[in-house]
């Protein structure tokens, strides 16, 4: 059993930071690709970033690239997403994903296995 458990979600003015965290237990997550989705209201679950076992491959939409960066400590099994420049249009809930298998992170919310319950980002205007 796998569990993954974000945090670090909030209000924030734009153009201000957030640090999200997602702690994994259970497998060896620290063997596994790593990933962070968002989903606003109305809308369908979208990549944001995500990056592969040993952390030296990341990739990121382009709607957040240059702004977002993802980075992993096997040692706490702690995934993070550092995000600055924050826009209004990035509200929503923010999920961590797991998987097993992938050498590569995929696009794809149907490619991972895992999944966290989210924690919600709101940036005003």
């Known amino acids: 059993q796998v569990q993954l458990v974000e945090s670090g979600g909030g209000l924030v003015q734009a153009g201000g930071s957030l640090r999200l965290s997602c702690a994994a237990s259970?497998?060896?997550?620290?063997?596994?690709?790593m990933g962070w989705f968002r989903q606003a209201p109305g809308k369908e679950r979208e990549f944001v970033a995500g990056?592969?076992?040993?952390?030296?491959?990341?990739s990121y939409a382009d709607s957040v690239k240059g702004r977002f960066t993802i980075s992993r400590d096997n040692a706490k099994t702690t995934v993070y997403l550092q995000m600055n420049s924050l826009k209004p249009e990035d509200t929503a809930v923010y999920y961590c994903?797991?998987?097993?298998?992938?050498?590569?992170?995929?696009?794809?919310?149907?490619?991972?296995?895992?999944w966290g319950q989210g924690t919600q980002v709101t940036v005003s205007s």
């Open positions: 994903a797991g998987d097993s298998s992938m050498v590569v992170p995929a696009r794809r919310r149907g490619d991972w296995d895992y």
């Open positions: 990056i592969s076992r040993s952390g030296a491959l990341t």
């Open positions: 259970g497998r060896a997550v620290s063997s596994f690709a």
